[in-house]
């Protein structure tokens, strides 16, 4: 184990806090995780927790919004001191946000501020902390060209599903103004299995409805332009941000501050995914396609959406700091390979278990391990 590395993961429990986890604790770091479970799911942290006691893996059940409590974490858990904040915790999700986008936007700044707020103190306590928090594309304004980290953003104030994206960005300039180091991690359509088709991620709503026999809702013409990440992918890079004292020929990232850019190079257009996707699931089940079905995004989703037309990631930045979406050293991931994957590995229905054989992750399936600490932290 590296005794001088410790993360603090916030949203531990979700799809990319959940893998980042098992590969820092790969990599011999002690983890900390931290979430209410209002949205993720503890069963994504079965691996670790079925290991060993003592193994490095601790798993606290709260709220980030407890500021006195986030420090005390900060400067002492279960596991010592943490020497590294890896903040993913938030609301996601078109559909979720649409639904209360006032109370989304809002937890997102709360967030954002408890977490700027127990770092501000704790550094004033000595601990030196590398800050890495997850932001979103969303905060580009449209374009129909590469996005890299100096285009242009949307406005801070801003109606409908934009809410979202200006609440990511008010974000990040509340962690500025305190943590001046502090690493933005601008993500780009990240999938994966157990991912929540219920929120409005489209690849899982996809897989879910082809598995059911049902359409494949396509919002419009299905023109609209993506580039999707395996999460496996994803999950080393951030790691190695946040942890790169645990990676070889990694000593450039230690110096990065600012927006950075994190995704993958597996681009299509809505109605392509939907295509892989119905032929994927029909070749794994040995079933007919699922039809596909075009519908008005404002009466599938609401009156108050409005569509992104092309978002595709320029991955200058993270490439230059040795990362990029890719597999333990092999090719990124293809289109094809990632839905291949994800249909293989994605829960039979919305509630099942994740699966547990995640790559590169050993199960332990007869130990008894450690436990979910109580963390005396109000859930939300």
């Known amino acids: 184990m590296r005794d001088t590395s410790h993360v603090l993961i916030t949203g ?10 098992r590969v820092l604790r790969d990599r011999g770091v002690r983890v900390t995780g931290l979430d209410d479970l209002s949205a993720g799911h503890l069963k994504r942290l079965d691996p670790l927790m079925e290991a060993p006691e003592g193994d490095g893996f601790r798993f606290l059940e ?3 919004r407890d500021r006195d409590r986030l420090l005390q974490v ?20 078109v559909r979720r946000f649409l639904q209360d986008p006032v109370a989304c936007e809002e937890e997102n700044l709360d967030l954002g501020r408890s977490v700027a707020a127990a770092v501000r103190h704790a550094r004033g306590q000595g601990r030196t902390l590398r800050v890495i928090a997850a932001s979103t594309s969303e905060v580009y304004a449209e374009s129909d060209q590469p996005l890299s980290e100096k285009s242009p953003l949307r406005p801070l104030v801003a109606e409908g599903r934009w809410r979202y994206a200006a609440s990511k960005l008010a974000a990040e300039l509340v962690l500025d103004r ?5 690493v933005h991690l601008r993500f780009f359509n990240v999938v994966g299995p157990g991912q929540d088709g219920g929120s409005g991620m489209v690849l899982p709503r996809f897989i879910e409805a082809a598995r059911s026999g049902q359409p494949l809702r396509i919002h419009g013409q299905g023109t609209q332009v993506r580039t999707f990440a395996h999460v496996d992918a994803v999950s080393l890079d951030v790691a190695a941000l946040a942890a790169p004292e645990a990676f070889p020929h990694s000593s450039a990232l230690a110096d990065f501050r600012g927006a950075l850019n994190v995704g993958g190079f597996a681009r299509t257009t ?3 995914l939907a295509e892989e996707v119905a032929r994927a699931v029909a070749h794994a089940g040995g079933v007919a396609r699922a039809p596909l079905q075009f519908v008005d995004p404002s009466v599938d989703v609401g009156e108050n959406f409005e569509d992104v037309h092309h978002r595709v990631p320029d991955l200058g930045e993270l490439r230059s700091l040795g990362l990029g979406s890719r597999r333990l050293g092999s090719a990124a991931w293809s289109l094809e390979e990632i839905i291949r994957d994800v249909v293989h590995r994605h829960p039979s229905a919305r509630g099942d278990s994740v699966p547990k054989d995640h790559p590169g992750t050993e199960r ?17």
């Open 12 to 21: 531990a429990a979700g799809l990319i806090g959940s893998s980042v986890a």
């Open 62 to 64: 709260g709220d980030v």
């Open 74 to 93: 900060m400067l002492g858990g279960p596991l010592g001191p943490v020497t590294s904040v890896l903040h993913l915790a938030g609301r996601v999700g």
């Open 178 to 182: 305190v943590v001046h180091d502090a």
């Open 270 to 272: 809505i109605l392509g």
């Open 364 to 380: 332990k399936p007869d130990v008894k391990g450690a436990q979910a600490v109580p963390c005396e932290l109000p859930v939300s």
